[in-house]
């Protein structure tokens, strides 16, 4: 096999605000895996200062893994191999070390090895994990923190396009902003679905009580209410609070997870988190029958980053996977999203492609088209 890599510059159509930070755009470094017939797969990750991932970082990792990629004669044997399933020769630590390889780069290159699998036997990725048929989500749709005003014509808009759940950032150095904000949300689309997020920004007394006021004005759900690191903490407050909780930092893997099994209402899990879909369906596994619910969730990426996510859509309560709605210009396509509903199709591996520079679909891989702001490209194989 083949390996490259390449990063892209991914700018937001305006920045995001969280209670932590405010975005403007981030690099997403594509990995590639190419077999002897030309079929190629492709994975993608983002850069994070939360994650402490920049991009230098992902591509010095990115090789790494394509390394040891090389070694194998076909993406299958890979794919079991990063996966932790086989003792062969090419062994999980022979992928680039696998145990101290950040979540995300797992989470990149178990995408790009299952595109090409699944191109490989013509069939869709859902169809290889199972389902029966393509994946289709309402997804939520983020709401940064900005003047009550700004949010109100930003969920009117939303709510007439299609949009059946709106997420709205809080965090705001006051918390009356953020209830003003979510009231003239909720007055200017009355029907949408309503989740909070504060990004951990709360301390438990302004938790205890903001959540009820939260709730009579109708929110659905609140992510990560408080800072993480004391899941006990959090769960303490989950058995009182008159709002279902979602833990979402606290929340990273499956043994953060089992911890926190049927003690709060909800688990975000984020493909580049966990480490990738297999992760996440061994988490969805554990809370089964908990009480714990599964949302999906992610971070600000493209068509490509975010497809893997799409495939595991009809196994969540909550879907929040509009990253790749928040970007100026989206290099690749194939997810929607735009009417309120992320789904698949039936086309073979993730479904995306490539965008070419004029903003049409390309052929695929089309790497002869010109990424979205892009920095380089590095052949490591």
């Not at 923190?145 to 009117?156: F, K, Q, T, Y």
């Not at 396009?161 to 965090?171: N, T």
């Not at 992760?279 to 714990?292: H, Q, V």
Request: glycine share 10%; with cysteine.
């Amino acid at each position: 096999m083949k390996v490259t890599q390449r990063t892209v510059r991914l700018e937001l159509a305006e920045p995001l605000r969280i209670s932590r930070s405010t975005m403007a755009a981030r690099d997403a470094v594509w990995l590639t895996v190419e077999d002897d017939d030309g079929v190629r797969g492709h994975g993608e990750a983002v850069t994070s200062v939360y994650y402490g991932l920049d991009a230098g970082t992902l591509e010095r990792l990115f090789a790494d893994v394509a390394a040891a990629l090389v070694r194998f004669r076909d993406p299958e044997s890979a794919l079991e191999a990063l996966r932790g399933e086989s003792a062969a020769s090419g062994s999980p630590a022979a992928i680039g070390r696998r145990s101290a390889l950040p979540p995300a780069v797992t989470a990149a290159a178990e995408a790009a090895l299952l595109d090409l699998v699944g191109k490989r036997a013509g069939r869709p990725v859902h169809r290889l994990l199972g389902a029966s048929a393509a994946p289709v989500a309402a997804t939520a749709r983020t709401i940064g923190i900005v003047s009550p005003m700004r949010a109100g014509a930003e969920a009117r808009r939303l709510a007439a396009s299609g949009f059946e759940v709106v997420k709205v950032k809080a965090g705001a150095p006051d918390p009356e902003e953020d209830v003003e904000r979510v009231r003239v949300i909720r007055d200017a689309a009355p029907r949408v679905r309503l989740l909070l997020d504060p990004n951990g920004a709360w301390t438990p007394a302004q938790a205890e009580a903001l959540l009820p006021r939260f709730a009579e004005l109708g929110v659905e759900a609140v992510e990560q209410p408080l800072a993480p690191g004391d899941p006990d903490a959090l769960a303490a407050l989950a058995a009182r609070s008159p709002l279902p909780l979602i833990a979402d930092e606290d929340a990273v893997g499956l043994e953060d997870v089992r911890r926190l099994a049927g003690r709060v209402h909800g688990v975000n899990v984020k493909l580049a988190k966990c480490g990738g879909v297999h992760a996440a369906l061994r988490i969805a596994e554990a809370i089964e029958g908990s009480g714990t619910e599964l949302m999906l969730g992610c971070l600000t990426a493209s068509s490509l980053g975010l497809a893997p996510a799409v495939h595991l859509a009809d196994r969540a309560r909550w879907v929040d996977l509009d990253g790749h709605l928040l970007l100026a210009d989206d290099p690749w396509t194939g997810i929607g999203g735009a009417d309120g509903f992320v789904r698949t199709t039936e086309l073979p591996g993730l479904g995306v492609r490539r965008r070419t520079t004029e903003g049409a679909e390309g052929a695929e891989g089309a790497e002869g088209a010109e990424g979205t702001g892009e920095i380089r490209r590095a052949d490591v194989a």
